[in-house]
């Protein structure tokens, strides 16, 4: 499940210095210029899951596997992006193919590091953001609403229902809010699916702080907080360059030396990705067995065949039953003999919904798995 989240912001805001303190599969170039990043950079991430170490340490099996999420760093917007400023083009269409947006907000003063924009001011960059935003599905909804008004005589229910979908965005676009505020229901949100609007992506804010702010924030930062109350998204306050410095680490013991002198408990960043992974909608399920106890990534409201697809696709067209286990009483009662012993293992069908946590073994049709693998063959 390729589920992408793009590190954006202004230029020299931390975004590159993010990247490479929560990829443990690339490491962006950060550099004091504007730019630095122009081909998106992109990284797998470990989502940290205390989880997934408790049931390693009853099952003891050969290896463990976290489940992951896709982190892309986009080279810095600059205002005028919308009318294709700076790289603007190509920073909103590496924006249009992520599933949601961790958007840094630079939250401290430093002389040395270069900025256009005047004093420090991050709900100003946070406005100039999704001005740029806005304007570009602006864009976007106006040339599809043009094409609609000229089918709109052919009397088609559905073009009208589309057609009065995209006229309520616009409104809403021209009021300077973002669509995702627009409340659009699953139906009307299906009509305007082909356009990938920008703002309506859900959004994370990460307040890059100094130092010194690092555990109570500062005055910045307390202003981002306020700006985006009403909006019900997060805000993760965190120092990136320190987030980096401890991702450098290969050594626990170093690593936990290194935090306990800035008296932290765990890394911001282990936050940042459970946030994020959050804001995607996903829900993690297990499977735990001597060869391996693995975490696997779904969508939330997932029935069990669908979950099952994520490990073999054929698993979801075989399905017959799962086996489940609450993974509270999987930890209380030590394995999975002793669950089943206990009456903890459940039988599940077609329509069980899978729960966050799960641990879970699918059964399925091995025979029709074979006949549906020898038509392919034939084909």
């Known amino acids: 499940m390729a589920l992408k989240a793009g590190i954006v912001g202004l230029p020299n805001v931390g975004k590159s210095t993010l990247f490479n303190a929560v990829s443990n599969s690339a490491k962006a170039q950060a550099s004091n210029y504007r730019f630095c990043t122009i081909e998106p950079n992109i990284g797998l991430v470990d989502v940290p899951d205390e989880r997934i170490d408790k049931l390693a340490e009853l099952v003891k099996p050969n290896r463990t596997v976290p489940t992951q999420i896709e982190i892309v760093d986009i080279a810095g917007l600059v205002r005028g992006a919308s009318k294709g400023e700076g790289l603007g083009n190509k920073f909103l269409a590496n924006i249009r193919e992520v599933d949601a947006i961790i958007q840094v907000i630079r939250c401290f003063e430093d002389e040395n590091i270069l900025r256009d924009e005047g004093p420090i001011n991050p709900v100003g960059d946070k406005e100039i953001i999704e001005t740029e935003l806005q304007l570009k599905d602006m864009e976007s909804v106006e040339k599809k609403l043009s094409k609609a008004e000229k089918m709109l005589k052919t009397g088609d229910a559905k073009l009208k229902a589309e057609y009065e979908v995209l006229v309520r965005c616009k409104e809403h676009l021209d009021q300077g809010r973002n669509i995702s505020s627009?409340?659009?229901?699953?139906?009307?949100?299906?009509?305007?699916?082909?356009?990938?609007?920008?703002?309506?992506?859900?959004?994370?804010?990460?307040?890059?702080?100094?130092?010194?702010?690092?555990?109570?924030?500062?005055?910045?930062?307390?202003?981002?907080?306020?700006?985006?109350?009403?909006?019900?998204?997060?805000?993760?306050?965190?120092?990136?360059?320190?987030?980096?410095?401890?991702?450098?680490?290969?050594?626990?013991?170093?690593?936990?030396?290194?935090?306990?002198?800035?008296?932290?408990?765990?890394?911001?960043?282990?936050r940042l990705i459970r946030s994020t992974y959050q804001l995607l909608g996903l829900y993690t399920y297990f499977t735990a067995g001597v060869q391996e106890v693995r975490a696997w990534t779904i969508h939330e409201g997932w029935k069990a065949p669908q979950a099952a697809s994520v490990i073999h696709t054929d698993f979801e067209k075989g399905f017959i039953k799962a086996e489940v286990i609450a993974f509270k009483d999987f930890i209380h009662f030590g394995s999975e003999a002793a669950c089943r012993e206990n009456g903890r293992l459940r039988i599940e069908g077609k329509e069980y919904i899978v729960q966050d946590g799960d641990v879970m073994h699918f059964r399925f049709n091995v025979v029709r798995m074979k006949g549906m693998l020898e038509e392919f063959r034939k084909t």
């Open 182 to 270: 627009l409340g659009l229901s699953k139906e009307e949100k299906t009509a305007i699916a082909d356009l990938f609007l920008l703002t309506d992506k859900p959004v994370l804010y990460v307040a890059n702080v100094d130092e010194l702010s690092m555990h109570t924030g500062n005055k910045y930062s307390a202003q981002l907080i306020e700006a985006v109350k009403d909006e019900g998204n997060q805000v993760i306050v965190m120092t990136n360059a320190i987030e980096a410095q401890i991702a450098e680490f290969d050594n626990p013991d170093d690593r936990a030396m290194f935090m306990d002198e800035y008296k932290m408990t765990e890394p911001a960043l282990d």
